[in-house]
């Protein structure tokens, strides 16, 4: 008997991982991405996997690290998204950074070539068809007005949404180096093996205060139709972090700690900016951490107040979008099916998990549930010692479990996976006492071993209950 394909809603990172599980797993796929069809305020390119603000995955270090956790369990699970990006990584200390274009068209490559994916350039204007009967919908902060409106009148409750920024990409060329140097913080060598892979720009104490009055004065785009939805603090705009304090962006992206100017080592510079390679031929290169609200005129002038970017040529400004999420804990179950209409599932941000890794983890369980269903084969959620399920744990019912409110978006951090039940070691092999921080680097890489030991016994069993 033919096996009736799963249908995916959305092609973006999410998505795209969703896809591949579902394939790899021997279910047929149909994948339905509406670019070029119809376009988003945000996107540039119709390529699957298209990555809109960003292009780290942040830190890659599992021994140390949440999201590097999370990085590591999903290579351990033979994720697309994971692998494209190490095969498309560029230098970045000790994040896992990409090539955006290079990653979207491998990821697209991919897909593409996969014999029982199908992919469809079409929008999913409202509900899809009752005939599909296992449904992925992973649209993302970028959903269709239409699909958008569908869903949201199914759930019965009102839009949660907060904003989501851009940085600014930068020509390298138009960089004045004799200003910046290269380096890493703490001169930390990271996945691509540079411990240079930062451009790092200095401010004395004049500059900067000059820098924040033309932050906190500057025209700023604003978006009546969105008042009073929060931002999401993983993402701030600069000038609202500005806003916050005059301090606040010293002690944040601008902090000049673990940094050193060749040119003039003993003067500390009082902040600085990092730009981070943007792409594999490193002719650009964005501006961390500096999502911005400010009008395009404004961004150039301000910017090249910072400086070695006085000539800066801008490929791409930063920008503002929105970012819709549904209350997950109270309308999806622990498979990610709505509640009140199970042949629907969600996957990536619209489940209220933040970050490209975050979605795309989702869309992997996701992938990996639908196929299950499909093939009539039992399948629970990782661990909740895992990075993976203690995500999912947290979108799908252990946020109002522990009693902290409203639901909003969450990165994976250490704070969502279960205590060790035996502390991690307090002494050396000498028996000499651990400082703080040692006990607590400690402690993270035996909540790493823990994690990955506990996964790797749930792909043993999910692998020998789909044998059988």
């Known amino acids: 008997m033919s096996i009736q394909p799963v249908h995916i809603v959305g092609g973006g990172l999410a998505g795209s991982e969703a896809a591949w599980q579902v394939a ?57 998204i994971m692998s494209c990006g190490d095969a498309h990584q560029v230098p970045a200390g000790g994040a896992l950074a990409v090539d955006r274009d290079g990653f979207s068209q491998a990821v697209t490559a991919r897909l593409e070539a996969h014999p029982l994916i199908t992919i469809q350039r079409e929008e999913v204007a409202g509900l899809p068809p009752a005939e599909w009967d296992n449904v992925i919908v992973a649209t993302g902060p970028l959903t269709s007005p239409a699909l958008s409106a569908a869903i949201l009148d199914l759930t019965g409750e009102g839009e949660l949404a907060f904003f989501d920024a851009i940085a600014p990409i930068i020509n390298f060329d138009s960089i004045n180096m004799d200003v910046c140097w290269r380096q890493s913080r703490y001169d930390k060598v990271g996945p ?3 411990a240079a892979a930062y451009i790092n720009c200095p401010m004395d104490k004049d500059q900067y205060e000059a820098f ?10 604003e978006f009546k139709d969105w008042e009073n939805v929060p931002y999401f603090d993983g993402c701030l705009p600069i000038e609202v972090m500005a806003e916050r304090g005059r301090e606040t962006l010293r002690h944040g992206p601008m902090k000049p700690v673990g940094l050193t100017n ?45 400086p070695g970017l006085e000539k800066a040529v801008f490929a791409r400004l930063g920008g503002l979008h929105r970012n819709t999420f549904l209350n997950s804990p109270k309308l999806l179950d622990g498979q990610l099916r709505m509640k009140s209409q199970p042949r629907l599932r969600f996957a990536g941000q619209v489940t209220g998990v933040e970050g490209y890794v975050e979605s795309a983890a989702i869309g992997l369980l996701a992938g990996r549930f639908a196929a299950a269903e499909r093939l009539g084969k039992p399948i629970d959620a990782p661990p909740a010692t895992t990075a993976l399920g203690a ?77 059988e």
Request: proline letters at 4%.
């Open 24 to 80: 790899e797993a021997g279910v047929p796929v149909v994948l339905h991405e509406m670019r070029p069809v119809r376009g988003t305020d945000a996107h540039q390119t119709d390529g699957l996997a298209e990555l809109v603000c960003s292009n780290s995955f942040r830190a890659d270090d599992w021994t140390g690290n949440a999201v590097g956790l999370l990085h590591h369990e999903m290579r351990k699970l033979s994720s697309i």
């Open 212 to 221: 924040i009055d033309a932050l906190l004065t500057g025209p700023k785009s």
């Open 391 to 467: 995500l999912i744990g947290h979108i799908t019912g252990g946020h109002l479990d522990a009693g902290k409110g409203s639901f909003q978006p969450m990165n994976i951090n250490y704070g969502l996976l279960p205590p060790l039940e035996n502390a991690a070691a307090k002494r050396r092999e000498d028996g000499s006492r651990m400082g703080a921080k040692e006990k607590g680097r400690a402690k993270k890489l035996a909540v790493g071993e823990r994690a990955l030991a506990d996964l790797g016994a749930w792909a043993a069993g999910e692998k020998a209950i789909a044998a």
């Open 262 to 306: 060749p040119r003039d080592p003993l003067v500390k510079s009082y902040a600085i900016v990092q730009l981070r390679q943007d792409n594999a031929l490193g002719t650009l290169w964005n501006m961390v951490g500096f999502q911005t609200k400010l009008k395009h005129g404004a961004q150039t002038d301000i910017f090249r107040m910072i």
């Open 192 to 194: 691509g093996g540079d």
